[in-house]
C-alpha cells in the first residue's frame, strides 16, 4: 500500500483545528448569551449564592470592555437592590467591597462614559439602599449590629448619607442595651467612626460621631484606653476637625467634651500596658484650640457660652513649658 500523502495529513490538521476553533467560538457566544439572559433575569429574591456570579459578570465586561455585560451587570445590580431582602444577600455575598472596587477602578477602564454611568448608578443604588437599610434596622435584632459594622466601615467613608444613618444606628443600638455599646468597643467601632470623621466633614456629620464617641467612651478607663491606644490618631483627627469648623458652636462643644472625658482617663496600674491619653491629647493642641473657641465667643459677646466652654476645657491637659521655652530676659551688660 503507497504511503500517505503528507500534505493531505496537514490539511486534514488543519481543518480540524479550524473546526473545533469555530466550535469554540459558537460555545463562547452561546454562553455569553446564556449569561446575558440570566442577568436579566435577576432580581430581589436572588440567593445569596448566586451574587457573586452577577459580580463575575460585570467584572468581565469591565475587564474586556464588553457593554452588553457591564449594562446588564449593573441593572441586575440595581435590581437586587429594590429591597431589603436582596439588599441583605448582597451584603452577605461580600458584594459592596466588590462593587467599591470597581467603582475605583472605573476611571481606569476603557469604556464609553454612556456605559461608565450605568455602572456608576449601580453604586448609587446600593449607596441609597445602604442608608435606607440603617434607618430602618431594628435596634431590638441584636444579629444585625454586624452588618451595621459591615455598612459603616465600607461605605461610611464613601457616601455621607450612609454615615449619617449608620451614625443613627450605632446610636439606637447602644441606647437599647448598654452591653450593644460593649460590643461595638470591642469589634473596633472606634475604628470604624475614626473613617467616618476622617473622610466627612460636613458639620453636622462630625457633630453626631463626637455625640457617639462620648457615648461609646463613658465607660471603665480598663475598657476604653487601650482602644484609644491603638487607635490613638482619632484624637489628632477630632482636633483637626474642630479647627475646619471654628465658628460651629455645637461642634465645638461635643468636640470639647469628648477630649475632657479622654482627659480623665489616667494610666492604669502598670504603665506598660496603658498609655496616657493625656500626652495624645497634648501632643494634638487640643488646650490650644480651645483656648481659640473661647475667644471667638468672647470677641462675639457671648461670655455665658464662653464661660462654659472655658470650664468644659479647663481639663484639657496644657503643654508644659521647658527652660527652653520660656521668655529670656535682657542679658546684664558685662
Not at 305 to 310: D, L, Q
Request: aromatic share 6%; glycine share 6%; proline share 4%.
Amino acid at each position: 500500500m503507497p504511503p500517505k500523502s503528507r500534505s493531505k495529513s496537514l490539511a486534514r490538521i488543519d481543518s480540524q483545528k479550524k473546526i473545533k476553533k469555530i466550535a469554540t467560538a459558537t460555545i463562547s457566544e452561546d454562553k455569553k448569551a446564556a449569561d446575558l439572559k440570566w442577568l436579566e433575569e435577576v432580581n430581589s429574591s436572588i440567593g445569596e449564592s448566586l451574587v457573586p456570579r452577577v459580580f463575575q459578570l460585570l467584572g468581565f465586561g469591565l475587564a474586556q470592555g464588553e457593554r452588553q455585560f457591564l449594562r446588564a451587570g449593573s441593572s441586575a445590580v440595581e435590581r437586587i437592590c429594590e429591597d431589603n431582602e436582596g439588599f441583605i444577600s448582597l451584603v452577605k455575598a461580600k458584594g459592596v467591597e466588590t462593587m467599591l472596587s470597581f467603582l475605583r477602578h472605573l476611571p481606569q477602564a476603557q469604556i464609553a462614559p454612556a456605559t461608565s454611568e450605568a455602572v456608576n448608578a449601580a453604586g448609587a443604588a446600593i449607596f441609597r439602599r445602604a442608608a435606607a437599610w440603617l434607618d430602618e434596622v431594628d435596634e431590638v435584632d441584636f444579629d444585625q449590629l454586624q452588618h451595621v459594622l459591615y455598612l459603616a466601615f465600607w461605605l461610611g467613608g464613601e457616601d455621607e448619607d450612609v454615615a449619617l444613618s449608620a451614625l443613627g444606628a450605632f446610636e439606637r443600638f447602644t441606647l437599647y442595651r448598654s452591653e450593644n455599646g460593649a460590643t461595638l468597643l470591642q469589634s473596633e467601632v472606634i475604628q470604624v467612626l475614626h473613617r467616618i470623621i476622617g473622610h466627612n466633614r460636613a458639620p453636622e456629620l462630625v457633630s453626631e460621631a463626637f455625640t457617639l464617641l462620648y457615648r461609646l467612651c463613658d465607660a471603665p478607663a480598663a475598657v476604653v484606653v487601650p482602644l484609644l491606644t491603638d487607635e490613638n490618631g482619632i484624637i489628632q483627627t477630632v482636633v483637626e476637625s474642630m479647627t475646619q469648623a471654628p465658628l460651629n458652636m455645637r461642634l465645638q462643644l461635643a468636640g470639647l467634651r469628648l477630649l475632657a472625658l479622654w482627659s480623665q482617663y489616667d494610666v492604669g496600674e502598670d504603665p506598660a500596658d496603658q498609655k496616657d491619653l493625656k500626652l495624645f491629647i497634648r501632643e494634638a493642641n487640643a488646650y490650644e484650640v480651645s483656648r481659640d473657641v473661647i475667644s471667638n465667643l468672647t470677641r462675639a459677646g457671648l461670655s455665658h457660652a464662653a464661660t462654659w466652654m472655658s470650664t468644659i476645657s479647663s481639663r484639657l491637659p496644657q503643654r508644659v513649658r521647658g527652660r527652653d521655652d520660656e521668655p529670656r530676659g535682657r542679658e546684664r551688660p558685662r
